[in-house]
């Protein structure tokens, strides 16, 4: 407790056990020290500890106990380390005698984690904790965060130690930022002074290394559009003039298309997901790609670059900014909106302001985004409702995009919408995900409810498993298996954690039903039925490239 | 791409599982590893291993980068084989019957510069040491003697190179933060 205390932790989510009764019993009389969050189950617990992180900027923390309690976190260990989210979980171990021995609630943490998390490390003695501890904030917060496990066996969580901490500043095993190479920095300097065409793609990177405004400046000087990568969403502030939109599966045209036709192509902070890129073999093949990044495994891994800028992105963009001759790219510019009016008239209008038919997914995520006045913090969950929330909804705040973007893990959303209400509790929260989604976590109903979460729940509901149902429509000849819903009644189940909710099934009572949701900062569960067969376009089909994009009209 | 026979050498701190961390790097990609030796280096607390295994060269920097990613790893590269002094040694195990009523045994022994470790009343041992070739030559010329056992260790090697990388990287790194060490 008092290591976690060194490292100011102030917010602590998890669940009891045996094996880890005696952290809890600590727990009790630290009780003033710490904010903690009881979830009604581990993944819960994971899941609102990287919301918390992710909108906070600081390490989410989670204590869980041994065997069941460890397993049940795996899923948010892949996401956190595939989305680079800084977490440290402790876990409850069984006595070091017992280790090896199939011991009640015994599970190799340590075997289990190691793929999955930036470091694991098991404690068999309480003298090693602090020492653990503070090479476990380091490791999951420093250079490009990540997950960190900590196995505490039973016997190091009783024996009495004398408690002396030391932060940890330096792991020699460990770079976490790589030293700027001024060569490369002048090199890509000047292959973006020569570019004609030069375009940037954003990544989650520029958040994670606060440089938001060094973007901003970066891209301004030299007359850069931008497009962003899903987790690299509200770096920029959607109206900022040269952000011309996501990129990806179902990203926005012009910045997909003009992938292909510009000259230099200025990744920054990014990992070229196969979502992102499409088939590698045609992906931006007529540019040179300069590729900053903190991770040096992350160079040449899926795109091959011309020049890697290699460091924190809030160092590197000014070092580069600095070199760049101020450039206008008018033209270049001018000729995305062409892709813009194409989409807004074959896929947007369409998708946001219906004029009859059921409600659509498109129209519900733009209402709020709208009467939120553009504000609020985005969670969603995973499917179509995350893809049309990271369309249509729009950000003019930083860190204000949760989702689950590597791993793709349904449940994600609920309790991460609790994480982020408790990481940015004067900002406002709202979660969108579908009817499958919410069910796969939705005991954290009983979080909200214990701890007076002030989230908003919006359920777009069409009784699908719309992203399946999607690609089977497409490419299954319609063949639904496994994705129709029966569904419970989502409002009457919210009553009975008393929370407040409505369902909405027609168009003229999606307005009043959002001013009614917005109007305290009590939670909320709005469900929204939407069209049955509605679908997520633009949409570059997996392995294919842009120039077999689908807009569905 | 084609497939090489690469040499990768890593240098570990002591910790436990850090062989668990560098294999499933190589099992998740589909690379078999074809030997693998492990032991203390030179350099107090510091662990070197040394794995070949097959890929193409774009495969191997990548494994590599991996490699050297995990946070207890200090440095990993990959040679080919002719970057590096390497070696392998084999034991084989002969029955004191085929060893002792053959002379032939004794021509093949100096003719591949074996070395006799042992001979009793039940069996011999042989022990060459040398290049896979070189043992497994030797192997399948003593098979008509019916070898009882063979055992081949992984390789171990050692660079070509003038610039002792490993030292320079410690003395990098001690350089850049001597003073607030967090170690145990």
Same mark, same amino acid.
């Given at each position: 407790?008092?290591?976690?205390?060194?490292?100011?932790?102030?917010?602590?989510?998890?669940?009891?056990?045996?094996?880890?009764?005696?952290?809890?019993?600590?727990?009790?009389?630290?009780?003033?020290?710490?904010?903690?969050?009881?979830?009604?189950?581990?993944?819960?617990?994971?899941?609102?500890?990287?919301?918390?992180?992710?909108?906070? =900027?600081?390490?989410?923390?989670?204590?869980?106990?041994?065997?069941?309690?460890?397993?049940?976190?795996?899923?948010?260990?892949?996401?956190?380390?595939?989305?680079?989210?800084?977490?440290?979980?402790?876990?409850?171990?069984?006595?070091?005698?017992?280790?090896?021995?199939?011991?009640?609630?015994?599970?190799?943490?340590?075997?289990?984690?190691?793929?999955?998390?930036?470091?694991?490390?098991?404690?068999?003695?309480?003298?090693?904790?602090?020492?653990?501890?503070?090479?476990?904030?380091?490791?999951?917060?420093?250079?490009?965060?990540?997950?960190?496990?900590?196995?505490?066996?039973?016997?190091?969580?009783?024996?009495?130690?004398?408690?002396?901490?030391?932060?940890?500043?330096?792991?020699?095993?460990?770079?976490?930022?790589?030293?700027?190479?001024?060569?490369?920095?002048?090199?890509?300097?000047?292959?973006?002074?020569?570019?004609?065409?030069?375009?940037?793609?954003?990544?989650?990177?520029?958040?994670?290394?606060?440089?938001?405004?060094?973007?901003?400046?970066?891209?301004?000087?030299?007359?850069?559009?931008?497009?962003?990568?899903?987790?690299?969403?509200?770096?920029?502030?959607?109206?900022?003039?040269?952000?011309?939109?996501?990129?990806?599966?179902?990203?926005?045209?012009?910045?997909?298309?003009?992938?292909?036709?510009?000259?230099?192509?200025?990744?920054?902070?990014?990992?070229?997901?196969?979502?992102?890129?499409?088939?590698?073999?045609?992906?931006?093949?007529?540019?040179?790609?300069?590729?900053?990044?903190?991770?040096?495994?992350?160079?040449?891994?899926?795109?091959?670059?011309?020049?890697?800028?290699?460091?924190?992105?809030?160092?590197?963009?000014?070092?580069?900014?600095?070199?760049?001759?101020?450039?206008?790219?008018?033209?270049?510019?001018?000729?995305?909106?062409?892709?813009?009016?194409?989409?807004?008239?074959?896929?947007?209008?369409?998708?946001?302001?219906?004029?009859?038919?059921?409600?659509?997914?498109?129209?519900?995520?733009?209402?709020?985004?709208?009467?939120?006045?553009?504000?609020?913090?985005?969670?969603?969950?995973?499917?179509?409702?995350?893809?049309?929330?990271?369309?249509?909804?729009?950000?003019?705040?930083?860190?204000?995009?949760?989702?689950? =973007?590597?791993?793709?893990?349904?449940?994600?959303?609920?309790?991460?919408?609790?994480?982020?209400?408790?990481?940015?509790?004067?900002?406002?929260?709202?979660?969108?995900?579908?009817?499958?989604?919410?069910?796969?976590?939705?005991?954290?109903?009983?979080?909200?409810?214990?701890?007076?979460?002030?989230?908003?729940?919006?359920?777009?509901?069409?009784?699908?498993?719309?992203?399946?149902?999607?690609?089977?429509?497409?490419?299954?000849?319609?063949?639904?298996?496994?994705?129709?819903?029966?569904?419970?009644?989502?409002?009457?189940?919210?009553?009975?954690?008393?929370?407040?909710?409505?369902?909405?099934?027609?168009?003229?009572?999606?307005?009043?039903?959002?001013?009614?949701?917005?109007?305290?900062?009590?939670?909320?569960?709005?469900?929204?039925?939407?069209?049955?067969?509605?679908?997520?376009?633009?949409?570059?089909?997996?392995?294919?490239?842009?120039?077999?994009?689908?807009?569905?009209? | 791409?084609?497939?090489?026979?690469?040499?990768?050498?890593?240098?570990?701190?002591?910790?436990?599982?850090?062989?668990?961390?560098?294999?499933?790097?190589?099992?998740?990609?589909?690379?078999?590893?074809?030997?693998?030796?492990?032991?203390?280096?030179?350099?107090?607390?510091?662990?070197?291993?040394?794995?070949?295994?097959?890929?193409?060269?774009?495969?191997?920097?990548?494994?590599?980068?991996?490699?050297?990613?995990?946070?207890?790893?200090?440095?990993?590269?990959?040679?080919?084989?002719?970057?590096?002094?390497?070696?392998?040694?084999?034991?084989?195990?002969?029955?004191?019957?085929?060893?002792?009523?053959?002379?032939?045994?004794?021509?093949?022994?100096?003719?591949?510069?074996?070395?006799?470790?042992?001979?009793?009343?039940?069996?011999?041992?042989?022990?060459?040491?040398?290049?896979?070739?070189?043992?497994?030559?030797?192997?399948?010329?003593?098979?008509?003697?019916?070898?009882?056992?063979?055992?081949?260790?992984?390789?171990?090697?050692?660079?070509?190179?003038?610039?002792?990388?490993?030292?320079?990287?410690?003395?990098?790194?001690?350089?850049?933060?001597?003073?607030?060490?967090?170690?145990?």
């Amino acid at each position: 407790m008092c290591s976690l205390i060194e490292e100011n932790v102030n917010t602590i989510f998890g669940y009891p056990g045996g094996q880890i009764i005696t952290v809890f019993d600590a727990l009790y009389s630290y009780r003033d020290s710490f904010q903690y969050i009881l979830t009604r189950h581990e993944q819960g617990a994971i899941h609102a500890a990287q919301g918390y992180a992710r909108v906070s =900027g600081d390490t989410g923390v989670v204590i869980v106990t041994s065997g069941p309690g460890a397993t049940n976190v795996i899923t948010g260990l892949a996401d956190a380390m595939l989305d680079s989210t800084p977490l440290v979980v402790i876990t409850g171990q069984v006595g070091a005698s017992l280790l090896g021995s199939d011991a009640f609630q015994e599970t190799d943490v340590i075997g289990v984690t190691q793929p999955i998390t930036k470091w694991s490390y098991q404690i068999r003695k309480a003298s090693e904790i602090p020492w653990a501890v503070a090479r476990a904030f380091y490791i999951a917060r420093e250079g490009r965060p990540g997950p960190v496990v900590l196995d505490l066996t039973k016997d190091a969580q009783s024996e009495m130690v004398e408690f002396s901490y030391k932060k940890c500043i330096f792991i020699r095993s460990y770079q976490p930022y790589p030293e700027l190479q001024p060569e490369n920095i002048a090199q890509a300097a000047e292959m973006i002074n020569k570019a004609k065409r030069p375009m940037a793609l954003v990544g989650q990177g520029v958040l994670l290394g606060h440089a938001e405004e060094e973007l901003k400046a970066f891209l301004t000087k030299a007359d850069i559009p931008a497009g962003s990568t899903l987790l690299g969403l509200s770096a920029l502030s959607s109206d900022f003039s040269l952000y011309k939109g996501l990129l990806g599966m179902h990203g926005n045209l012009g910045p997909n298309k003009k992938t292909a036709e510009c000259d230099v192509l200025i990744a920054i902070g990014m990992r070229f997901d196969d979502r992102v890129t499409g088939d590698l073999k045609k992906y931006a093949k007529q540019a040179k790609v300069i590729h900053f990044d903190i991770d040096t495994s992350e160079i040449d891994k899926n795109v091959k670059t011309s020049v890697a800028v290699l460091g924190n992105a809030k160092e590197t963009l000014p070092a580069v900014t600095e070199l760049l001759q101020p450039a206008r790219h008018t033209a270049w510019i001018q000729s995305f909106e062409a892709c813009e009016k194409e989409e807004m008239e074959r896929v947007i209008i369409p998708e946001i302001m219906p004029i009859a038919g059921p409600i659509t997914m498109g129209e519900v995520v733009n209402r709020v985004s709208e009467a939120t006045n553009h504000e609020a913090i985005l969670v969603t969950d995973v499917g179509q409702n995350q893809m049309i929330a990271a369309r249509y909804f729009k950000f003019s705040r930083s860190r204000s995009m949760i989702t689950s =973007g590597g791993l793709g893990t349904m449940g994600f959303g609920l309790p991460a919408s609790i994480g982020a209400a408790l990481g940015a509790p004067e900002r406002r929260v709202c979660f969108f995900t579908g009817d499958g989604g919410i069910q796969m976590t939705l005991q954290e109903l009983g979080t909200i409810m214990q701890y007076k979460i002030p989230v908003k729940i919006i359920i777009l509901n069409n009784n699908f498993l719309g992203m399946v149902r999607q690609w089977q429509e497409l490419f299954y000849r319609e063949r639904y298996s496994s994705t129709p819903m029966n569904n419970p009644d989502f409002p009457k189940i919210a009553e009975a954690y008393g929370i407040a909710g409505k369902k909405v099934t027609k168009r003229e009572d999606l307005d009043d039903a959002i001013e009614e949701m917005l109007k305290d900062n009590k939670a909320y569960l709005l469900e929204v039925e939407v069209e049955e067969n509605g679908m997520v376009y633009p949409m570059i089909p997996a392995g294919t490239s842009v120039d077999q994009i689908i807009l569905g009209d | 791409m084609e497939k090489t026979l690469y040499t990768i050498t890593v240098y570990t701190e002591n910790f436990v599982g850090l062989l668990n961390q560098i294999t499933i790097i190589f099992t998740r990609r589909q690379i078999n590893i074809e030997s693998l030796t492990v032991s203390k280096s030179s350099i107090p607390g510091i662990h070197k291993f040394t794995i070949t295994a097959e890929t193409d060269l774009e495969m191997v920097k990548k494994v590599v980068k991996q490699i050297e990613k995990r946070i207890d790893v200090l440095k990993a590269f990959y040679h080919t084989d002719d970057d590096v002094i390497y070696q392998e040694v084999a034991l084989y195990k002969i029955g004191a019957e085929a060893m002792l009523d053959n002379p032939e045994i004794e021509s093949i022994v100096r003719k591949y510069n074996a070395r006799i470790l042992e001979v009793n009343r039940s069996y011999g041992v042989l022990e060459l040491s040398g290049h896979t070739e070189d043992t497994q030559e030797l192997f399948e010329r003593l098979k008509e003697f019916h070898v009882l056992q063979f055992v081949r260790s992984g390789r171990i090697a050692i660079t070509k190179s003038t610039v002792e990388r490993l030292s320079d990287f410690l003395a990098e790194m001690e350089a850049r933060n001597p003073e607030h060490q967090c170690e145990k």
